[in-house]
């Protein structure tokens, strides 16, 4: 039971940062642009979120700081491809080399200026993303382990996702957005400002990026400063995409699965099941796979690809 516990936990740690890269897609698909440039904007909000805390010995800061850096970096690719109407996913895949490239190199700019060639975030700053404990609650059996018993960014995130959720669903801005994204000219048509709406979706989707970025160097590498911290992270947010199904509220439940399969290979024992660990590595791009393939059969309204996606706005076409 302790190990199925662990394991369970563990997963949930695993998954965090791809909950903030997919939220973080989720948006910028439902406003009709299909961004590959999570990967960089993870990578630039990892490398600000972590320097940021280690001058300032604030964790307050720090989110701050991978919030805005993930914004910044949005507005390079949304000015490419809302104001120029560049090829998205050409500008995509230059912000991930951009955004890979530039935190790669400043990281290794701090590393030279220290004595020890090792950066590593305050006392203060690791103390408070230490697992939370909830009085009444995290010392639950069972329970408290699996819900209540996690760092600031697990509930960060799954706050986020639901926000975005009812964003999305609830509210008359996000029901604009949504038809953006189906068809801008139709929304542009019924007085709905296309490019406003754009560029601030772009833009959030982008800093909630930066976040998930942010945790990567901050907890995953245990606070201490390495390169590539992001390791492919960004890249499979944008497949869990497909396996939410577009939907903030499932991103929760699909950043668990993808976790859990990320750490499965150190939970199964070797002399039962002696599988390659590549096999466990390539799990979740086979269930993406089965998802698509699914969805695309039952050719759902709701739970597809909106049709605007990756394709440029011309006003003057509509």
């Given at each position: 039971?302790?190990?199925?516990?662990?394991?369970?936990?563990?997963?949930?740690?695993?998954?965090?940062?791809?909950?903030?890269?997919?939220?973080?897609?989720?948006?910028?698909?439902?406003?009709?642009?299909?961004?590959?440039?999570v990967e960089g904007i993870m990578a630039?909000?990892?490398?600000?979120?972590?320097?940021?805390?280690?001058?300032?010995?604030?964790?307050?800061?720090?989110?701050?700081?991978?919030?805005?850096?993930?914004?910044?970096?949005?507005?390079?690719?949304?000015?490419?491809?809302?104001?120029?109407?560049?090829?998205?996913?050409?500008?995509?895949?230059?912000?991930?080399?951009?955004?890979?490239?530039?935190?790669?190199?400043?990281?290794?700019?701090?590393?030279?200026?220290?004595?020890?060639?090792?950066?590593?975030?305050?006392?203060?700053?690791?103390?408070?993303?230490?697992?939370?404990?909830?009085?009444?609650?995290?010392?639950?059996?069972?329970?408290?382990?699996?819900?209540?018993?996690?760092?600031?960014?697990?509930?960060?995130?799954?706050?986020?996702?639901?926000?975005?959720?009812?964003?999305?669903?609830?509210?008359?801005?996000?029901?604009?957005?949504?038809?953006?994204?189906?068809?801008?000219?139709?929304?542009?048509?019924?007085?709905?400002?296309?490019?406003?709406?754009?560029?601030?979706?772009?833009?959030?989707?982008?800093?909630?990026?930066?976040?998930?970025?942010?945790?990567?160097?901050?907890?995953?590498?245990?606070?201490?400063?390495?390169?590539?911290?992001?390791?492919?992270?960004?890249?499979?947010?944008?497949?869990?995409?497909?396996?939410?199904?577009?939907?903030?509220?499932?991103?929760?439940?699909?950043?668990?699965?993808?976790?859990?399969?990320?750490?499965?290979?150190?939970?199964?024992?070797?002399?039962?099941?002696?599988?390659?660990?590549?096999?466990?590595?390539?799990?979740?791009?086979?269930?993406?796979?089965?998802?698509?393939?699914?969805?695309?059969?039952?050719?759902?309204?709701?739970?597809?690809?909106?049709?605007?996606?990756?394709?440029?706005?011309?006003?003057?076409?509509?």
């Amino acid at each position: 039971m302790d190990m199925l516990l662990n394991f369970l936990a563990a997963a949930v740690l695993a998954g965090a940062p791809l909950l903030f890269g997919t939220v973080g897609e989720i948006i910028n698909e439902k406003s009709g642009h299909l961004n590959l440039g999570v990967e960089g904007i993870m990578a630039i909000g990892a490398c600000a979120g972590f320097m940021t805390g280690y001058a300032t010995d604030s964790l307050i800061a720090a989110l701050i700081a991978a919030f805005i850096s993930g914004v910044i970096a949005s507005v390079i690719y949304a000015l490419l491809t809302v104001t120029f109407m560049a090829n998205q996913n050409v500008t995509g895949l230059t912000l991930t080399i951009f955004g890979v490239g530039l935190s790669n190199f400043f990281g290794e700019y701090m590393l030279g200026k220290t004595e020890n060639n090792t950066l590593k975030l305050p006392e203060n700053v690791t103390s408070q993303l230490r697992n939370i404990n909830i009085p009444g609650l995290s010392n639950i059996p069972v329970v408290g382990k699996l819900f209540f018993s996690y760092n600031i960014f697990i509930y960060i995130g799954v706050v986020i996702a639901v926000l975005i959720y009812f964003y999305l669903n609830k509210t008359k801005a996000g029901l604009n957005l949504r038809a953006v994204g189906e068809n801008p000219a139709a929304a542009d048509a019924v007085g709905i400002n296309v490019t406003r709406l754009k560029y601030i979706n772009i833009l959030l989707g982008g800093g909630i990026c930066g976040i998930g970025g942010a945790y990567c160097s901050m907890i995953t590498c245990g606070g201490v400063w390495m390169s590539g911290s992001v390791n492919g992270l960004g890249w499979i947010s944008v497949a869990l995409v497909i396996f939410a199904i577009w939907s903030p509220a499932r991103a929760i439940f699909g950043a668990f699965v993808f976790g859990a399969f990320s750490v499965l290979k150190y939970y199964v024992p070797k002399n039962i099941i002696a599988v390659p660990n590549a096999f466990y590595d390539m799990l979740p791009f086979i269930i993406t796979a089965l998802v698509l393939v699914i969805t695309s059969i039952r050719q759902s309204k709701e739970n597809s690809q909106p049709a605007a996606c990756g394709l440029s706005y011309f006003r003057e076409e509509r």
